[in-house]
């Protein structure tokens, strides 16, 4: 595939997570994904990704991710994303606060075949519990 369609790729994933249409979303990922950003205590593959969605879902309903840049190289494609939600389930084992946030992520995905085969992220959670009130602010 060239980089326009990887990267058209990851705009579908993006744009069926924000339309909470996870089917979708997992038809873009392969059955062998090795996702380096999941949690060790979730299934590999498009299973952990669906639990791992349930829960994004479950506390920030109104979730939404904002594509800002995009670079493609070969067959990887980095996406700088922000995202929005506001709390109203359990996050991270913690009650929900009600409040809105807004946080950054950077998403790598290697694609194969028109599928992402392996999957990198890093967030920045400590401004995401900084938000909710779940970590206090610097001084």
């Known amino acids: 595939m060239s980089t326009e369609q990887n990267k058209a790729l990851i705009r579908k994933h993006f744009e069926s997570i924000n339309n909470k249409d996870l089917k979708s979303a997992l038809t873009q ?50 996406a700088r994303v922000t995202i929005c939600g506001t709390n109203h389930g359990s996050f991270m084992g913690m009650p929900p606060t009600g409040k809105q946030a807004t946080w ?3 998403d790598i995905s ?15 959670t400590i401004s995401l519990m900084r938000q909710l009130g779940i970590v206090p602010p610097l001084i």
Do not use: Y
């Open 104 to 106: 950054s992520l950077i």
């Open 110 to 124: 290697r694609i194969a075949n028109g599928k992402m085969v392996e999957h990198w992220v890093e967030i920045d």
């Open 29 to 78: 990922i392969s059955p062998c994904l090795v996702d380096h950003g999941l949690r060790r205590s979730l299934p590999l593959g498009p299973q952990g990704m669906r639990i791992f969605f349930d829960l994004q879902f479950s506390a920030f309903p109104d979730l939404h991710a904002t594509i800002d840049d995009m670079i493609a190289e070969g067959d990887k494609v980095v």
